[in-house]
Nanobody, 125 residues
Framework: QVQLVESGGGLVQAGGSLRLSCAASGFTFSRYAMGWFRQAPGKEREFVAAISWGGGGTLYKDSVKGRFTISRDNAKNTVYLQMNRLKPEDTAVYYC??????????????????WGQGTQVTASS
């Protein structure tokens, strides 16, 4: 049974940091690119970051470049999103996702095969 379980969300003041984790099971994690997406109330789900199978390639949404860092540990079947200098506009439910077809990940949500249940991130002003 495939599972992606996010953790690490919470409430933080603007300018603060959070580290999200996503633990994967039920599939060969090292053969999947991984991504983080987010969805704010009343808005569509949007791409945040993606990382390649081996971790050597990354993609970021322009507005998070220099503030967020995606990484993975294939030995632990876990992907991370380090979020620094958080802004109120970063407030959303954050989802991790797994994709098999593109080695370096994708910005398109429909290209992902598996999804987690999400974790809430709130940056207060």
């Amino acid at each position: 049974q495939v599972q992606l379980v996010e953790s690490g969300g919470g409430l933080v003041q603007a300018g603060g940091s959070l580290r999200l984790s996503c633990a994967a099971s039920g599939f060969t994690f090292s053969r999947y690119a991984m991504g983080w997406f987010r969805q704010a109330p009343g808005k569509e789900r949007e791409f945040v970051a993606a990382i390649s199978w081996g971790g050597g390639g990354t993609l970021y949404k322009d507005s998070v470049k220099g503030r967020f860092t995606i990484s993975r540990d294939n030995a632990k079947n876990t992907v991370y999103l380090q979020m620094n200098r958080l802004k109120p506009e970063d407030t959303a439910v954050y989802y991790c996702a797994a994709q098999k077809t593109r080695a370096y990940g994708s910005i398109r949500s429909y290209e992902y095969d598996y999804w987690g249940q999400g974790t809430q991130v709130t940056a207060s002003s």
